[in-house]
Each structure stands twice: as C-alpha cells, then as structure tokens.
C-alpha cells in the first residue's frame, strides 16, 4: 500500500525560482490538504480540497498556489520562493476529515 | 477560533517512567479530539481519539480521556520506551474535513 506518496523528498531553491510539490494518494479519499511544518509552530494549514474540483486556503496561503488535477493528485506551487518558505511540507488524504494519512514530507530549503 | 494548547518544551525521560503530555483545547461546542504521533522521518499518524466528553481514546499503551469540565485531552503511557521516542500531537476537529493541531512536544526516551 503506496497511501500518500510525496515527492521530491528534498529540494534545495534559489530565491525567486518556482517549483511544484506533487502528492498522489491511493486510498480513494475524497479530502486533500497541504501543511508546513516549522520548529515551534507545529504544523500549518496551507490549502486543501475538500473533494475534486474544490480548493480553499487555510491559514497560511500567502506565497503559494494549489491544483486538485483529478481525485488522486493534489499539487503545491511555489511561483517565487522566498527564505521565509523554507519548510517541511507535507501532504494528506482522509475520507472523514479526522483520520488523516499524511506523505513523509518534502524538505525545501530556500536560499 | 477553535484551538489546541499543548504544553511548552520537549520532554525528556528514562525508559520505563511515566510520561504525560498536556493538551487542553478551546472550542465551541465538542469536538472530536485526537492524537497524532510523528516518528523520525516520517509523516503524521493518528495514535487515538475521542469522540465525546468523558470518551478514553487508547492505542500502544498510551491513553487520553476527552474532559469536558477541564477542556483537556492528556496523553498518558505508564511505561514508555525507546521507541516511542517521537513527536506528538494534539488535535481538534473544527468542521468542513479540517483539524486544527497543537504545536507538537518531542519526546525523548533514554535508555
């Protein structure tokens, strides 16, 4: 069972580059979020999509954009990377919106 | 807004010795309460929950009681381990497929 696959698992940028954070999970579920993770600040809700076709912000948007491609696939662009994006980001899926299954996370460091 | 509190600082603590971690949490109405425990490397797990006041929510060994009066959900092991070792979260479910987490505590065993 793959559940949620993130990938890449590190990413080193430079300021004002773009990338994308691609996120597939396997599980059929309908709910897919967006986190980041920083020492002291537990973890911060980005975006997520409660069901295909559907993506709302979350706490901390600013500086990023989502795409729900289909019900599997959930994406995170970053359009220009700034110091202050420097995170771990983690995706994930649930059905119910209480269990959450969570990828193992990408390290993106900007410089 | 509805949120989770958990205690300040890591915790650190010989194998075998009684941990506990405090999560209290502030919330119109009850919410479902959860906690969610991060291995090294890796994503977010659900460890348990509880749906209603008074409602022990257990996994592992561990244990937390959904207190309404208090407006708490502590974490509990009698006995840890090395490998429980991890960081833990605590969790509230604030509607539309959406959970709000505390900052997270580390949690460190020495043998």
């Known amino acids: 069972n793959a559940g949620v696959t993130q990938t890449p698992k590190f990413q080193v940028l430079k300021t004002g580059q773009s990338m994308t954070l691609q996120c597939a999970q396997d599980m059929n579920h309908n709910s897919m979020y967006w986190y980041r993770q920083d020492p002291g600040m537990g973890l911060r809700l980005i975006y997520y999509?409660?069901?295909?076709?559907?993506?709302d912000k979350g706490e901390v948007p600013n500086g990023y954009n989502v795409s729900r491609l289909n019900k599997r696939e959930f994406s995170l662009r970053l359009e220009s990377a700034a110091p202050s994006q420097t995170s771990v980001y983690f995706c994930?899926?649930?059905?119910?919106?209480?269990?959450?299954?969570f990828g193992s996370g990408t390290q993106l460091s900007v410089l | 807004g509805d949120s989770v509190t958990q205690m300040e600082g890591p915790v650190t603590l010989s194998e075998e010795a009684f941990l506990t971690i405090n999560c209290t949490y502030t919330a119109t109405g009850y919410p479902s309460l959860f906690w969610y425990v991060q291995y090294p490397g890796e994503g977010l797990q659900l460890l348990l929950k509880a749906t209603k006041a008074d409602d022990k929510g257990s996994n592992k060994g561990f244990e937390a009681t959904y207190r309404k009066e208090t407006t708490s959900f502590h974490l509990e092991k009698g006995s840890v381990q090395v490998s429980d070792s991890a960081v833990y979260f605590c969790a509230l479910y604030y509607g539309n497929n959406r959970l709000a987490f505390g900052k997270g505590n580390q949690v460190v065993v020495i043998p």
């Open positions: 999509s409660a069901s295909e076709g559907t993506t």
């Open positions: 994930a899926s649930s059905e119910l919106g209480e269990k959450l299954f």
